[in-house]
């Protein structure tokens, strides 16, 4: 198995109640990443905890096996299996799509679902220097990013940025270096999940107004993915 959707997700993150509420996941092998994420084996949350099992078992022979093969792995399991009740999706809580072709055979999976019934989609992506957002079809998806040109790249791209930061009001103010207007994600406020906040399916929206997510580093691997990106902002 490269990819996998989990129906109905246990990630109170994603919702609060899984069962009133349900979220949808697909989660890839890291095969799928791109290379110059800089929390690849350095602090990403997939790669810990329990989601560390399950990204440890997609990993498993995966290593040369070429990013698209993943994507149509994933792909299948979104139209066999993200149920038609206008759930959410959470595409690639890990995992990537890192050429044109791989996002395309996601987000044309995701097309034909929601054309049966199926909700949003909503992911991010590292790969956002080399597949334009454009690819990604219906799939709201955000560039994954640490410092000011990489948000000036994912704009010119059509991205709306979500960056990760030791701070919030180190995102803030990186954002702002690229004339991008910040928002803290509210789920880490406590005050939403992402089944109610819906934030992160409007990124069309967010890029046209100007604006971006903020994320604070968090779980196991805080500090080696705050030390990535102060180094990468040095």
């Not at 993943?70 to 792909?75: L, P, V």
């Not at 690229?178 to 406020?189: K, L, Q, S």
């Not at 005050?191 to 906040?197: M, T």
């Amino acid at each position: 198995m490269l990819a996998r959707l989990t129906v109905k997700t246990s990630n109170r993150k994603l919702t609060r109640d899984p069962n009133g509420r349900p979220v949808s996941q697909t989660s890839a092998a890291q095969a799928s990443c791109p290379t110059e994420c800089p929390f690849y084996g350095n602090g990403c949350y997939a790669e810990s905890g329990p989601q560390g099992i399950h990204t440890r078992r997609l990993n498993a022979g995966a290593d040369n096996v070429p990013p698209d093969v993943i994507a149509a792995d994933e792909a299948e399991a979104i139209y066999s299996q993200w149920p038609r009740d206008g759930r959410l999706l959470r595409v690639h809580v890990v995992g990537d799509c890192r050429t044109w072709y791989a996002a395309r055979l996601v987000s044309d999976a995701v097309d034909v679902a929601q054309s049966e019934g199926a909700g949003d989609a909503f992911g991010y992506t590292h790969a956002f220097a080399r597949v334009p957002r454009s690819a990604w079809g219906p799939v709201s998806v955000l560039a994954s990013v640490e410092t000011p040109d990489d948000v000036r790249l994912a704009n010119q791209n059509g991205y709306a940025p979500a960056i990760v930061a030791e701070s919030r009001a180190a995102g803030m103010q990186r954002l702002a270096a690229a004339g991008v207007r910040g928002i803290g994600c509210p789920a880490e406020d406590g005050n939403a999940d992402c089944e109610s906040c819906r934030l992160c399916t409007r990124a069309d929206t967010l890029r046209d107004s100007g604006r971006g997510i903020v994320f604070v580093a968090h779980g196991s691997g805080t500090r080696k993915v705050s030390a990535a990106v102060a180094a990468k902002n040095a």
